[in-house]
């Protein structure tokens, strides 16, 4: 690898991050979150096997972000995230 060029390595994401993700996100977000690379995640969503709910919106496909929170044993409390920044 060359210096400056990015690992094409699977980046984790943190709680803060997570907290702050809208209320549906790409499976590409979803597969970040869980630790799974794009060829798997993708597999899976097709074949009715992602580890939490996916919507099939024409082409594409929604990962419910509760769903994602529970799946990581995450649990968003009074004052955290988004809406709470607004306020």
Same mark, same amino acid.
């Given at each position: !690898?060359?210096? @400056?060029? !990015?690992?094409?390595?699977?980046? @984790?994401? @943190?709680?803060?991050? &997570? #907290?702050? /993700?809208?209320?549906?996100?790409?499976?590409?977000? *979803?597969?970040?979150?869980?630790? &799974?690379?794009?060829?798997?995640?993708?597999? /899976?969503?097709?074949?009715?096997?992602?580890?939490?709910?996916? #919507?099939? #919106?024409?082409?594409?496909?929604?990962?419910?972000? *509760?769903?994602?929170?529970? /799946? #990581?044993?995450?649990?968003?409390?009074?004052?955290? @995230?988004?809406?709470?920044?607004? *306020?």
């Amino acid at each position: !690898m060359r210096t @400056g060029e !990015m690992s094409a390595t699977v980046q @984790g994401m @943190g709680r803060a991050e &997570l #907290l702050a /993700l809208p209320a549906a996100i790409d499976l590409d977000t *979803a597969n970040r979150a869980i630790g &799974l690379g794009r060829s798997k995640g993708y597999e /899976l969503a097709r074949l009715g096997a992602y580890p939490c709910r996916v #919507l099939r #919106l024409g082409k594409k496909y929604r990962v419910i972000t *509760a769903d994602l929170l529970r /799946l #990581l044993g995450i649990e968003a409390t009074v004052g955290e @995230g988004p809406a709470a920044d607004a *306020a």
